[in-house]
């Protein structure tokens, strides 16, 4: 996805750019995580955290993917970057930035078998057969 809205551009690049902001979305890269577990292995306070990923929401690289219970039974939202490459180029242009969606091979096998059936590649044929 190729952002070209220049104040969204800056943003996202400030968020890039800022040490905490980066090793939460890396955090989040492979699998959704809660804040604590966030701030547990980034070593950030949790309120700073919390924070980030309210700036990091605000710029769309990093989203809620479900809700999780703890052991004392609280419900909390796990977060996971929505980019796994972050590009930007410098072309006559100006700067171009585009960003690689993060997604799990649940998504990419989705799109596939969509992509093959709409393509004609694959088809599920229902067949009864009668044993004998």
Not at 24 to 35: N, V
Not at 81 to 107: F, H, K
């Amino acid at each position: 996805m190729i952002i070209r809205d220049r104040a969204l551009q800056a943003r996202i690049l400030e968020q890039i750019g800022d040490e905490q902001a980066r090793s939460i979305l890396l955090a989040a890269m492979l699998r959704p995580k809660s804040a604590a577990e966030i701030s547990r292995e980034t070593g950030l306070p949790l309120s700073s955290t919390y924070r980030k990923i309210a700036e990091l929401q605000e710029v769309g690289l990093l989203a809620p993917q479900r809700f999780a219970f703890t052991q004392d039974g609280k419900k909390v939202e796990l977060y996971r970057s929505t980019a796994r490459v972050v590009e930007v180029r410098l072309t006559e242009a100006g700067v171009e930035l585009r960003l690689v969606p993060n997604e799990d091979m649940a998504d990419k096998l989705y799109r596939l078998i969509s992509y093959m059936r709409e393509k004609n590649y694959l088809r599920f044929e229902a067949s009864l057969s009668e044993s004998t």
